[in-house]
């Protein structure tokens, strides 16, 4: 059975960091792309950032561009999602997820639609 899990949510100010992680369980983690998306209260769930199955490769929102790092431990069957500078419009429940048909290094897709299994997600709450 597939499982993931995301921790290391919580409120934070603006301007503040937040480390994200995705632990996985019951999926041969290494050959995956692992991806990240958000969904804000009242909005649809984005795509946020997407790192390949031996982490060369990793693709971003515009809107997080440049602040965010996705991240990931093989050995650990980990994925993280480093998030700095961070913003009240930022304040989402933050899910990880994989498509398994990116193994072996495919591009990860960007629509929520394709992907596989999905954790619970974990609130992040950043104060004005």
């Known amino acids: 059975q597939v499982q993931l899990v995301e921790s290391g949510g919580g409120l934070v100010q603006a301007g503040g960091s937040l480390r994200l992680s995705c632990s996985t369980s019951g999926l041969t983690f290494s050959r995956y792309g692992m991806g990240w998306f958000r969904q804000a209260s009242g909005k649809e769930r984005e795509f946020v950032a997407a790192i390949n199955w031996r982490g060369g490769s990793k693709d971003y929102a515009d809107s997080v561009k440049g602040r965010f790092t996705i991240s990931r431990d093989n050995a650990r069957n980990t994925v993280y999602l480093q998030m700095n500078s961070l913003k009240p419009e930022d304040t989402a429940v933050y899910y990880c997820?994989?498509?398994?048909?990116?193994?072996?290094?495919?591009?990860?897709?960007?629509?929520?639609?394709?992907?596989?299994?999905w954790g619970k997600g974990t609130l992040v709450t950043v104060s004005s």
């Open positions: 997820a994989t498509d398994l048909s990116t193994h072996w290094g495919a591009t990860f897709p960007r629509d929520q639609n394709q992907m596989d299994y």
